[in-house]
């Protein structure tokens, strides 16, 4: 079936600019994460969505990030004025229920530069 | 809170050498430890993974067995080749979240 899928694959911005990193999770996952991966370093969590639950947002390293999920599909990750630290690949990943026993099933990412 | 601790590399061997990479993990409780691996252009992926202590995960002749004595979860192989030439991160869930810490990861390189 169909793995998780994220768009833009790659993105160029400027500083101060918004960017908006979209996911498609596997149908039927009930569990989405955001991680972010700079170069040369581990993956940090950013956010996590559970059914209709209150997202876990403790990750988020400013005001300047939010994300949003429609139900249990498709989650948006917004960057507002980003910054040149911001560069990093946006990882998303989905499980099917959040465990702490579930595989967790990574997209391809996406490949922010902010110039 | 839970943490992992890796190994740092990067790791060079000779094709069909033995590798082992380093795991160890402060934990509350006995959460789930998993290894994901990173092939060049590719994304991250579940390479193996243990439930409960003592348990062993194995994959593509990859295995690590989760220690709870000494909190560890090391990665072996018996003989790597150069196709398994990747970044190899440990982790485990924070709490009773399934959201993982992520080691820093060690790039292996096999070399022919």
């Known amino acids: 079936g169909a793995g998780v899928s994220q768009s833009p694959s790659n993105k160029v911005t400027e500083k101060g600019k918004d960017v908006e990193l979209r996911c498609d999770p596997i149908?039927?996952?009930?569990?989405l994460y955001w991680y972010r991966q700079r170069l040369g370093q581990g993956l940090e969590f950013l956010i996590y969505?559970?059914?209709?639950?209150?997202?876990?947002k403790s990750g988020l390293p400013s005001d300047r990030f939010s994300a949003e999920r429609t139900g249990e599909s498709v989650s948006t990750l917004t960057i507002q004025r980003t910054q040149q630290e911001d560069s990093a690949v946006y990882l998303c990943?989905?499980?099917?229920?959040?465990?702490?026993?579930?595989?967790?099933?990574f997209g391809p990412g996406t490949r922010l530069t902010v110039l | 809170g839970n943490s992992v601790t890796q190994m740092e590399g990067p790791v060079t061997l000779s094709e069909e050498a033995f590798l082992t990479i380093n795991c160890t993990y402060t934990?509350?409780?006995?959460?789930?430890l998993f290894w994901y691996v990173q092939y060049p252009g590719e994304g991250l992926q579940l390479l193996l993974k243990?439930?409960?202590?003592?348990d062993k995960g194995s994959n593509k002749g990859f295995e690590a067995t989760y220690r709870k004595e000494t909190t560890s979860f090391h990665l072996e192989k018996g003989s790597v080749q150069v196709s398994d030439s990747a970044v190899y991160f440990c982790?485990?869930?924070?709490?009773?979240?399934?959201?993982?810490?992520f080691g820093q990861g060690t790039t292996l390189q096999v070399k022919p």
């Open positions: 990943a989905s499980s099917p229920a959040g465990s702490i026993q579930d595989t967790q099933y």
């Open positions: 149908s039927g996952h009930t569990a």
């Open positions: 969505f559970q059914g209709n639950s209150a997202p876990d």
């Open positions: 934990a509350t409780g006995y959460p789930s």
């Open positions: 243990a439930t409960k202590a003592d």
């Open positions: 982790a485990l869930p924070s709490g009773n979240t399934g959201k993982l810490i």
